[in-house]
């Protein structure tokens, strides 16, 4: 079901629906219904637009025809919403005992509104090469504008649409709005891609803020409000250290112990180089480096180095008390205990074999990186 197309998915629950429908109880006037959610549609990045004097209108102007296009076009971003829309519009509140008494109508009231708010072709220029259309552009763009507009004629005198309404700016949609830190906003949320990388993307993102910035007004200004990528940042940071930790740790006991410079170097090179084979191997299996598999590295560490400390020491142990040289030391000491160590590296890998290839779910999409 995990690997299933969510579109797929929602088809065959539309189906299952339908089929259904006749034997629901007959109490329900309406069928059941249903939405696709996807947690990768979160959004990762909010942020608001803010002004002490700048007009919301203003602001989700900016934000709509400025910011979502130029944000939109980020590899990786999938969707810019904006929260509390404000886009200006006129509104009109007619007055009916007014209109009554100049014996007008709403239909003659809204057709010379919308005669008197248009584009309308006037004429064209040609000639033997090209063909020009003449448009004349009345639209209207505030209160003042429309509250001018004759819409009939009463003994002589023109009826202006302020006299038999109220004409106000205002915006399309009162009902919704966002505030932060107590003003009122326009809130934007950025969606990324199902296969981008969170961070890459909060990254491009924070890097054209600045010349958002530039563009807007002096008093207006955009504030993060909630950055997801924070959180993975700072949960791959504290990974990041633990492994640097443990690996320090591992070398110090080694030194403490076997109280030799070249015998701590041995193992000290060897965890990074096998870190460094790990990561050419996740790298074919398409595995991210994320909190999972950086801590499956940090206890693998634990295993190379118990591998390499016995071994060390056996090797050491033939050196010191048979007196044989580094080279013959080291193919005896492997001899003796090299099928043992093999034998118990596969022991630990086969007890991560079902995580890896049996456990399904969303605990086994989980695990499956870590081993």
Excluded: C
């Excluded at 810019?80 to 005992?97: C, E």
């Amino acid at each position: 079901v995990l690997n299933r197309d969510i579109d797929a998915a929602a088809a065959d629950v539309q189906a299952a629906i339908a089929r259904t429908q006749k034997s629901l109880p007959p109490q329900m006037t309406a069928p059941p219904s249903y939405r696709k959610v996807n947690p990768a549609d979160a959004p990762i990045l909010l942020m608001s637009l803010v002004s002490d004097t700048v007009p919301l209108t203003d602001l989700d102007a900016f934000a709509e025809n400025v910011i979502s296009p130029s944000l939109s076009t980020i590899d990786g971003v999938a969707q810019v919403s904006i929260f509390g829309q404000q886009k200006y519009a006129v509104r009109i509140q007619i007055d009916p005992t007014a209109l009554a008494a100049r014996g007008i109508s709403i239909d003659q009231l809204q057709a010379a509104v919308a005669s008197a708010n248009s584009n309308t072709p006037l004429g064209v220029l040609q000639n033997d090469k090209q063909q020009l259309t003449i448009t004349a552009n009345t639209q209207l763009t505030d209160a003042a504008g429309f509250s001018n507009i004759i819409i009939a004629t009463k003994n002589g005198h023109p009826v202006r649409l302020g006299e038999v309404t109220r004409v106000v700016d205002s915006v399309q949609t009162t009902t919704t709005a966002s505030w932060y830190d107590g003003t009122r906003a326009i809130i934007m949320a950025v969606q990324r891609q199902p296969d981008a990388n969170t961070v890459d993307v909060v990254d491009k993102v924070k890097a054209m803020l600045p010349s958002f910035k530039d563009q807007m007004p002096a008093a207006a200004d955009i504030k993060l409000l909630n950055d997801r990528s924070s959180s993975i940042r700072q949960a791959v940071d504290d990974v990041q250290f633990t492994l640097l930790l443990t690996i320090a740790l591992v070398v110090m006991v080694i030194f403490v112990f076997l109280r030799r410079v070249t015998a701590t170097i041995i193992p000290a090179v060897a965890v990074p180089i096998s870190l460094i084979a790990t990561l050419g191997a996740m790298f074919l299996f398409g595995f991210s480096i994320d909190n999972i598999s950086l801590m499956g590295l940090t206890l693998a560490v634990g295993l190379v180095v118990d591998d390499a400390i016995v071994m060390l020491e056996n090797i050491f142990r033939h050196m010191e008390e048979d007196g044989l040289s580094a080279f013959d030391a080291s193919l005896k000491g492997a001899r003796e205990i090299g099928f043992t160590i093999i034998s118990i590296s596969i022991s630990l890998v086969a007890v991560f074999i079902p995580v890896l290839l049996l456990m399904g779910g969303v605990i086994g999409r989980i695990f499956n990186e870590f081993a």
